[in-house]
């Protein structure tokens, strides 16, 4: 355990004996850090939060604030951070609101300088958000996505995975998995084809999800007959499946968000 002697550590934190914390930094009571990770100058690790391994946090991060949120009346409550992720300057991660919740960051993301993720929200695993990316509370961005500079996410917002949202959008419905989405507001322009491409779906699969994407946002259809023209052109594969899954969950919400 490495921890510079102007750092304030509460001695009912729980800190991994490798932990690095830098000068000026603030851990309170009740935070558990995991080996082999690294807390920057003049971050406040604040209680509620739990992280887990090999996660590096830098200059003047916060993490664990109290929610944005009326509701919150100084409840026991959580911010989750998992293995591996970077967490750069000036982010903001807020626990949940509601006795017992979370909110909860995944595997091996990176969120840059200036992010927020408000109360509620869930991060998946191998997630970017580019610097200035603000996630209003309970949105769900699910695994590899990528979230571009200066974007705005509503809150109940659900991005799928394998996404690319522009920068500078504006996102207020969710957005289904392996869309490339851009626009204030945000609508999706193609499928994320480098994204899935990397991300192991044949080159049948890619050409079915073109199918699916002209079906649903190039054609007069409406989604119920979109979904049915989807299902006679393409295979039956995962992504498929997933997609058409997603879609017909939006409908359980309000204002285009299932979460809502």
Not at 154 to 177: E, K, W
């Given at each position: ?54 996660n590096?946090?830098t ?33 903001t ?59 705005g ?21 969710d ?24 991300h ?11 199918r ?6 190039r ?5 119920s ?13 995962a ?14 919400g ?6 809502d």
């Amino acid at each position: 355990m490495s921890i510079h002697p102007t750092a304030v550590i509460h001695p009912e934190a729980e800190v991994a004996q490798d932990v690095i914390i830098h000068p000026y930094t603030i851990v309170e009571a009740g935070v558990r850090i995991g080996d082999g990770c690294e807390i920057g100058p003049n971050a406040v690790i604040r209680t509620g939060t739990r992280m887990g391994r090999n996660n590096r946090v830098t200059v003047g991060a916060v993490l664990g604030e109290h929610p944005q949120d009326l509701k919150f009346k100084g409840e026991e409550s959580y911010l989750d951070v998992g293995d591996g992720n970077l967490i750069r300057e000036y982010v903001t991660l807020h626990r949940a609101t509601g006795e017992g919740n979370s909110t909860v960051i995944g595997n091996e993301s990176m969120l840059m300088a200036y992010c927020h993720v408000g109360h509620n929200c869930s991060i998946g695993s191998n997630v970017m958000l580019a610097n200035c990316v603000q996630c209003g509370g309970h949105v769900v961005i699910e695994d590899f996505s990528v979230i571009g500079g200066l974007v705005g996410i509503h809150q109940f917002v659900r991005v799928g995975t394998m996404c690319m949202i522009a920068a500078g959008s504006g996102v207020r419905i969710d957005v289904p998995h392996y869309m490339l989405v851009e626009g204030r507001p945000a609508r999706p322009r193609n499928i994320n084809v480098v994204g899935v491409r990397r991300h192991g779906v044949s080159k049948e699969g890619i050409e079915d999800l073109r199918r699916a994407f002209k079906a649903l946002y190039r054609s007069e259809l409406n989604t119920s007959d979109a979904i049915e023209r989807i299902r006679a052109q393409t295979q039956p594969t995962a992504e498929i499946e997933n997609l058409i899954e997603f879609l017909e969950n939006i409908p359980k919400g309000e204002r285009g968000r299932q979460l809502d």
